[in-house]
Nanobody, 121 residues
Framework: VQLVETGGGLVQAGGSLRLSCAASGRTFSSYARGWFRQAPGKERVFVAAISFSGGSTYYADSVKGRFTISRDNAKNRVYLQMNSLKPEDTAVYYC???????????????WGQGTRVTVSS
């Protein structure tokens, strides 16, 4: 089972990026999916989550209104559209999969290796 994130990179403040997380080895259509991020020297924190059906989404206050999580179960993928990026969004972004739509890291069983996002001022 593997989760692979792509789409990270360097962007100027105010710009946009779209992260994608592809799953292989099993289908995650019945799993909740989440995005977390870890800035240098800080803990990994919750960014966004989406229920297995896509009907419910949750966001950290720091990204609400700027980021959008979505999923395509037919493609076994989850996405994170990031708009109006700020330097404080700079971090390694990780996707995850778990049995419930929660904000806690411990609620997720599967993790990707991360993709780096750097926002310059």
């Amino acid at each position: 089972v593997q989760l692979v994130e792509t789409g990270g990179g360097l962007v100027q403040a105010g710009g946009s990026l779209r992260l994608s997380c592809a799953a292989s080895g099993r289908t995650f259509s019945s799993y909740a999916r989440g995005w977390f991020r870890q800035a240098p020297g800080k803990e990994r924190v919750f960014v966004a989550a989406i229920s297995f059906s896509g009907g419910s989404t949750y966001y950290a206050d720091s990204v609400k209104g700027r980021f959008t999580i979505s999923r395509d179960n037919a493609k076994n993928r989850v996405y994170l559209q990031m708009n109006s990026l700020k330097p404080e969004d700079t971090a390694v972004y990780y996707c995850a999969a778990g049995p419930a739509t929660v904000v806690a890291r411990t609620g997720y069983d599967y993790w990707g290796q991360g993709t780096r996002v750097t926002v310059s001022s």
